[in-house]
């Protein structure tokens, strides 16, 4: 029998033993996580697919997987041949998985969910649904039951990020903190996200691949705070150094604690980033819901933090410019997973480069088409011949995180590739060189990307940007430039991607990203006025744009652009990629 349906078969039984009808698998970790540890890939254990987002449902009649736009031909794939059945969200046909068990299963079925990994709001939400036809059990994970060789909860080292590359100490933030606390009338303030945890101790970890995060909690009063993480992380110097601000407890203490809060106690926590199995562990005091202060704080980098984020793009783009030198003079023929391990050993060759900010994406061909490829053994496919390569990376260094995107020309273009690129390139230069006012919401600014395409009947499924953390996740919220009317202010200091994109099925996929940080502009009679500032140092894709599509403004945006690319990294790449660097920055105007 196929692994994935034998697993399937084998959590059925263990529904029947805790009489269960049907078993929710979200596939994040206690603290909503994007990217989870080894022991929380229970999504991509049960199902085989290895998606970052999406929602797996067993019932004793279906496997189901539902998956957004992003991951429609990936997930495709990765069930064929098993019991799953693709759902897609967002899509007429498909209702959601809560309407669809209201829709499907008998009155009182019992649903259950692991507690710890269902957040507060998510069981409001999905009980909404349900309207008592249906009954939902948050309870212990009986995937324990099938998944026999599960990994341990990680217990890696931390490390500290040094005050003059993080711009502010512990102590300071953790003075900002309390005093939006005070203001807000909390008492206690409850963290479970992982990355606001680092953020706010200037501490770093390595329990979850691409993320330098560590598994942990935080509970901060005014007077104290508390963090809840594994006790054998921390030299004893480092230890010693932490315990003068804060104290140190056993990662499960915390269920302890809450209970214990004196009576008059206010708790602010986030319903959406809380787990029902810490909320099971709430007293009898007052709470107050909302989003965490340090969501916010971390957002909007200071001035040190901006520094190393250029400073970390002024690295990446000599790697990327090595990297598409040697590429463009050799003109050999590769895998998919051959380039991407060539870039990552050009990034390596820097001593602060400290590893990938996410898995690559590499896709040729018809593979660009999948919004989030991941090539491997079986998928890895050759370069070789005409195609386009979309080549998605990302580094964590020493003082900042990076995010590009660019889609590489491997032999000759086609017509069609060559107005692709240029539509999409169009709607990436109108993104990057808005000016807005103050108070303005990604989502606000999200058309100017796509613009372009929509006139000609064509548009992309994805976000065309997201947050990204200091030395921490590539994905950061709360802001965010896509549809969905995300009320978060873009505000000066805050870095999002620029990441519009097409994508032909079958065909050939292109996209074009560069990381933004916000900047203030100028002040009117109409109020403060903001704009972008380029982090990204790297060419775009020369011989795919067609000079006629582009207005003379872009054009002389493009040429700016390249000039600023040219000045920055001439002196510091390898000789093997001057005539490359040459070539791609060449102005159009000059041209004429």
């Not at 603290?31 to 022991?39: G, L, T």
């Not at 990297?323 to 001593?351: P, Q, V, W």
Request: net charge negative; aromatic share 10%; charged share 25%.
């Amino acid at each position: 029998m196929n692994i994935i349906n034998a697993r399937v078969e084998s959590l059925r039984r263990a529904m029947a033993d805790a009489g269960l009808d049907g078993w929710i698998i979200n596939g994040t970790d206690p603290h909503q996580s994007e990217y989870v540890p080894e022991r929380y890939r229970s999504r991509a254990f049960i199902s085989g697919f290895t998606g970052s987002a999406g929602l797996a449902l067993i019932t004793k009649e279906k496997a189901l997987l539902w998956v957004d736009s992003r991951y429609f031909l990936q997930a495709e794939d990765q069930i064929a041949g098993t019991v799953f059945e693709m759902m897609k969200i967002d899509t007429p046909s498909h209702p959601d998985p809560y309407t669809y068990l209201k829709m499907n299963l008998p009155k009182g079925s019992v649903i259950g969910i692991d507690e710890a990994t269902i957040p507060v709001s998510e069981r409001r939400r999905i009980e909404g649904v349900f309207q008592n036809t249906l009954v939902l059990k948050p309870m212990k994970d009986i995937l324990d039951a099938v998944w026999t060789d599960r990994p341990a909860l990680p217990e890696h080292e931390v490390v500290e990020v040094p005050v003059n590359y993080a711009g502010s100490s512990m102590q300071e933030k953790l003075k900002q903190v309390r005093s939006l606390m005070i203001e807000a009338g909390a008492t206690h303030l409850l963290l479970s996200t992982l990355d606001d945890i680092a953020w706010l101790t200037n501490l770093r970890g390595s329990d979850i691949p691409y993320n330098p995060l560590f598994m942990s909690y935080m509970l901060i009063s005014t007077e104290r705070a508390c963090l809840y993480t594994g006790e054998k992380r921390f030299t004893e110097q480092l230890r010693a150094r932490l315990e003068e601000d804060l104290a140190i407890r056993p990662y499960t203490q915390l269920q302890d604690d809450l209970p214990n809060l004196w009576k008059h106690a206010v708790l602010y926590y986030n319903p959406q980033k809380t787990s029902v199995m810490v909320e099971r562990s709430f007293g009898p005091y007052e709470k107050i819901e909302g989003r965490e202060f340090t969501t916010d704080l971390k957002a909007q980098k200071n001035e040190v933090e901006l520094e190393g984020m250029r400073r970390a793009h002024l690295l990446d783009g000599v790697a990327l410019v090595n990297f598409l030198g040697r590429l463009d003079r050799e003109n050999g023929s590769y895998t998919e997973l051959e380039l991407a391990k060539r870039l990552l050993d050009e990034r390596s060759r820097n001593e602060h480069f400290l590893g990938e900010s996410f898995n690559a994406i590499s896709g040729f061909g018809a593979h660009g088409a999948i919004v989030h490829y991941a090539a491997d053994e079986q998928s890895n496919a050759k370069v070789e011949g005409d195609g386009l390569l979309v080549l998605d990376t990302g580094g964590t260094y020493a003082f900042g995180t990076t995010d590009v995107t660019r889609t590489i020309l491997f032999g000759k273009p086609t017509e069609e590739q060559i107005r692709d690129y240029t539509l999409v390139l169009k709607g990436h230069l109108a993104l990057a060189s808005a000016r807005f006012p103050e108070g303005t919401n990604g989502y606000q600014l999200d058309v100017l990307a796509r613009q372009h395409l929509w006139r000609e009947g064509l548009s992309y499924f994805h976000g065309t940007g997201h947050g990204v953390g200091f030395r921490l996740n590539v994905h950061e919220g709360p802001q965010s430039i896509s549809p969905k009317p995300i009320v978060a202010p873009l505000k000066e200091g805050m870095v999002v991607s620029d990441e519009p994109g097409i994508y032909r099925s079958g065909s050939h996929g292109i996209r074009i990203e560069n990381l933004l940080a916000v900047q203030e502009d100028e002040k009117t009679e109409f109020g403060t006025f903001y704009s972008f500032e380029v982090l990204t140092l790297c060419p775009f894709e020369r011989d795919l744009i067609d000079p006629e599509m582009l207005t003379e403004e872009e054009i002389e945006m493009v040429d700016a652009y390249h000039a600023w690319v040219y000045d920055e990294l001439y002196e510091l790449i390898d000789d093997e990629a001057i005539e490359y660097l040459e070539y791609a920055t060449q102005s159009f105007l000059g041209e004429e």
